[in-house]
Nanobody, 123 residues
Framework: QVQLVDSGGGLVQAGDSLRLSCAAS????????MGWFRQAPGKDREFVAA???????TYADSVKGRFAISRDNVKKTVYLRMINLKPEDTAVYYC?????????????????WGQGTQVTVSS
C-alpha cells in the first residue's frame, strides 16, 4: 500500500512560481512512475507531468517549458516546479503513483492518489 501526501499549493499572481511536493510511504517508491494531475472546477482531471523510475519525464503540451517534475528516491518525494504560472493553471493538483511504471496520461491507469493541493493563479 502506498500513501501520498501533497503539499505546496497556494495563491499566487500570474508569472509567479511554486513548487509542489508529494511525500510517499511504502517500500517500492523508486520502482514506481510518479505523476501530477490537475482538476479545475467543472473539468475532468488532466495529466500534467510524469516521471518514470528511469527518471525520464513527460509533460502535457500546456506546461512544457514551464513545469519540471523531479524525484528524490531517498526522501521518497516527487516535486513539481512551476514557473511563469498562468490563470489557466488554477486547479487542484494531485500526485499519483503507478506501480507498473508506465506513466500513462490517463488518470485511470494510476493506482494511488494524494489528497490534492489547491493552486490559484490570479491575473
Amino acid at each position: 500500500q502506498v500513501q501520498l501526501v501533497d503539499s505546496g499549493g497556494g495563491l499566487v499572481q500570474a508569472g509567479d512560481s511554486l513548487r509542489l511536493s508529494c511525500a510517499a510511504s511504502g517500500r517500492f517508491f523508486s520502482g514506481y512512475a510518479m505523476g501530477w494531475f490537475r482538476q479545475a472546477p467543472g473539468k475532468d482531471r488532466e495529466f500534467v507531468a510524469a516521471i518514470r523510475a528511469s527518471d525520464v519525464p513527460t509533460y502535457a503540451d500546456s506546461v512544457k517549458g514551464r513545469f519540471a517534475i523531479s524525484r528524490d528516491n531517498v526522501k521518497k518525494t516527487v516535486y513539481l516546479r512551476m514557473i511563469n504560472l498562468k490563470p489557466e493553471d488554477t486547479a487542484v493538483y494531485y500526485c499519483a503513483a503507478d506501480p507498473y511504471d508506465m506513466g500513462h496520461t490517463a488518470a485511470s491507469n494510476w493506482a494511488y492518489w494524494g489528497q490534492g493541493t489547491q493552486v490559484t493563479v490570479s491575473s
